[in-house]
T-cell receptor, first 109, second 118 residues
């Protein structure tokens, strides 16, 4: 079993749709959680950190369930510019950052 | 430009040759990471440094791979006797262990070095 797993995708949605991505992790010692965005042929960039209480940044909402070792990302009112691969990332103290395989999103006009 | 820079951006080599990649992190960052990424996959961890100390190395990393960060600044990743399976994008990232609010631990990536082994 991979340490971080994500919805396989791709997700093809119309503009304005709401889309949710799911991620599970296996290392119970994980302490920090992130969503990164990677555009085609570009490097990954931090989208948002994920906090235990859940957090929101504009149209993006991230949730964490430590008991189920589950992380989610919700994108509301999706835009064409949201088309990218979304990478779930977990980190345990003193250890490296582990990336999931990513879920590709295409927002269609 | 004060971002992470990698060199070369592209490298084509024949099987069996050695290749070396260089990464210059953001100057105030004390941690430096190497990842490998193939098409359709997420970045796969290779190794990371805190200052000049190599703190962790992936168990998947063969002994043909070696990385150094001699002065705690730039780093090199060398692949000896390259194989076709080594073809990938090699990504370097840096971060700071200093907390900075909500962006604690953010990794800043370079644009990567793409390796093609013929």
């Amino acid at each position: 079993r991979k340490e971080v797993e994500q919805d396989p995708g791709p997700f093809n949605v119309p503009e304005g749709a709401t889309v949710a991505f799911n991620c599970t992790y296996s290392n119970s010692a994980s302490q920090s959680f992130f969503w990164y965005r990677q555009d085609c042929r570009k490097e990954p960039k931090l989208l948002m950190s994920v906090y235990s209480s859940g957090n929101e940044d504009g149209r993006f909402t991230a949730q964490l369930n430590r008991a189920s070792q589950y992380i989610s990302l919700l994108i509301r009112d999706s835009k064409l510019s949201d088309s990218a691969t979304y990478l779930c990332v977990v980190n345990a103290v003193g250890q490296n950052f582990v990336f999931g395989p990513g879920t590709r999103l295409s927002v269609l006009p | 430009d004060t971002g992470v820079s990698q060199d070369p951006r592209h490298k084509i080599t024949k099987r069996g040759q050695n290749v070396t990649f260089r990464c210059d992190p953001i100057s105030e960052h004390n941690r430096l990471y190497w990842y490998r990424q193939t098409l359709g996959q997420g970045p796969e961890f290779l190794t990371y440094f805190q200052n000049e100390a190599q703190l962790e190395k992936s168990r998947l990393l063969s002994d043909r791979f070696s990385a150094e960060r001699p002065k705690g600044s730039f780093s090199t990743l060398e692949i000896q006797r390259t194989e076709q399976g080594d073809s990938a994008m090699y990504l370097c990232a840096s971060s700071s262990t200093e907390t900075s609010g909500r962006r604690t631990g953010e990794l800043f990536f370079g644009e990567g070095s793409r390796l093609t082994v013929l």
